[in-house]
């Protein structure tokens, strides 16, 4: 009988000494996990405090006429950006009411950001889930070094692909999430910032709650640092941290919480603030235009001007194309140098533009002449000019025949004028 017990026991020999050798081999010490938060449900969905006392009182210049369009937030839908307009619609409010108008790319790739960013000043990119490719963020980085602002956020609880596009700026949104089991308002993960280096994005901010934020590493500065009490859920270091920062230059944003700007979430301690400060910071300058960006440097209500009355009819079909991109425009008899104005007409009277192409050094005889180039025949030829000051922009188009010149308009308006440009804010045609 006992010779039928030695299997079993020589196979339960065997198991122990494989396991305790393998256990001796691989293993090189403890883990002690951290004591998990003692946190109520009834806590973790708690509605914010009653709302801070906030007005916001936007201060800007209307255009002339009583126009208050100023500019042009283009905002991000078309990455599968994982937001509803409704989160974001205070911000976008407050936007609008310091006369920027708001406008939406509703499809990925090069071609339809190309076209939604020449007409924009700023550019506003929410939780992508398609990532930007090279091209998309080339042109993003273009944008920005012409002088538009950049907004880039994202939220540690929802999937994003947002570094696609912040790495070029300057800016990495670390894979994390902030927390502090000290102090916090409804849980761990919604703490307060009371440290904000003095910046115009932090200007009036003394304490805000942060939902749910992580951290931002950046080339540019770090706006709201976190207490030796908030970690970092995938580090032990205890350092300051930051889920607001500049990128690698003044005109880039970054934030690491949505959920402080959303409604009623806004409304706790200071967050209100930060959220007014960001449309200040997204509608306080514009971008520098160029040529190829028309019609988005005509801004306001627009004068067309004619070199003679007989190109009445073009000028009626350059208001009603300014018209369709949502510009109001009119054809006038005499210019106001208060208003952006669009100046069709044929050399021969270049006269009421002369101030104009000497600025440009255009000269205009028996040949056309320009610093780009010079000896061109002035017949069968065009030309376009972007004049630009600090308050009004001015387009001049001249051509040899009243054929060429409705030809320059077509070109004008379908955007094939781009193919034709000299240098960013002239352009030399071949017309009838």
């Not at 946190?39 to 009653?50: G, L, Q, R, S």
């Not at 499809?107 to 020449?118: K, W, Y």
């Not at 091209?135 to 602002?149: I, N, Q, S």
């Not at 017949?379 to 004049?387: A, D």
Request: proline share 6%; aromatic share 10%.
């Amino acid at each position: 009988m006992w010779k039928l017990l030695i299997f079993p026991v020589c196979a339960v020999a065997f198991f122990l000494v494989t396991f305790l050798s393998s256990y001796q081999f691989f293993y090189r010490g403890g883990y002690s996990p951290p004591v998990a938060p003692d946190i109520y449900f009834e806590e973790i969905m708690a509605i914010p405090a009653p709302a801070e006392d906030f007005t916001d009182q936007p201060v800007f210049s209307a255009n002339p006429l009583g126009a208050t369009n100023r500019g042009t937030l283009l905002v991000d839908t078309g990455h599968r950006n994982a937001f509803s307009t409704r989160e974001i619609s205070t911000l976008l409010n407050r936007v609008n009411a310091r006369g920027f108008d708001v406008a939406y790319i509703s499809e990925p790739g090069v071609s339809a950001l190309s076209e939604g960013l020449r007409t924009a000043d700023a550019f506003m990119v929410v939780l992508p889930n398609v990532p930007y490719s090279a091209g998309e963020a080339d042109l993003v980085v273009d944008f920005v070094e012409r002088g538009g602002k950049v907004l880039v956020v994202a939220d540690p609880g929802r999937p994003h692909q947002i570094n696609s596009l912040s790495e070029s700026l300057g800016v990495a949104f670390q894979p994390d999430y902030l927390y502090n089991l000290e102090e916090h308002d409804s849980n761990f993960q919604e703490f307060y910032v009371r440290d904000f280096p003095a910046h115009e994005i932090t200007a009036g901010i003394n304490e805000m709650v942060f939902f749910y934020a992580g951290s931002i590493e950046s080339a540019g500065e770090s706006l709201a640092l976190t207490d030796e009490n908030t970690h970092s859920n995938i580090s032990e270091r205890n350092l300051p941290r930051s889920p607001v920062a500049m990128g690698a230059t003044r005109n880039v944003l970054a934030v690491y919480d949505l959920t402080f700007m959303i409604p009623p979430y806004n409304a706790v301690r200071d967050n209100d603030q930060l959220v007014t400060n960001i449309a200040e910071f997204l509608t306080e300058e514009q971008k520098d235009y160029r040529l190829a960006d028309f019609p988005g440097f005509l801004q306001g209500g627009v004068d067309i001007l004619l070199g003679r009355p007989d190109l009445f009819d073009l000028g009626a079909d350059m208001r009603q194309a300014l018209l369709d991109s949502g510009i109001p425009s009119e054809v006038r008899g005499s210019e106001n140098a208060g208003r952006d104005t669009v100046f069709l007409g044929l050399y021969e009277n270049p006269a009421a533009v002369a101030r104009y192409l000497d600025s440009a050094g255009v000269r205009i005889d028996d040949s056309l002449s320009a610093p780009f180039s010079s000896g061109i025949p002035l017949e069968g030829s065009s030309v376009l000019l972007l004049h630009r000051t600090g308050e009004r922009d001015v387009l001049i188009a001249l051509s040899s025949t009243p054929e060429g010149l409705a030809e320059m308009v077509t070109k004008l308006n379908s955007g094939t004028f781009r193919a034709g440009l000299a240098d960013d804010y002239a352009g030399v045609y071949k017309t009838r």
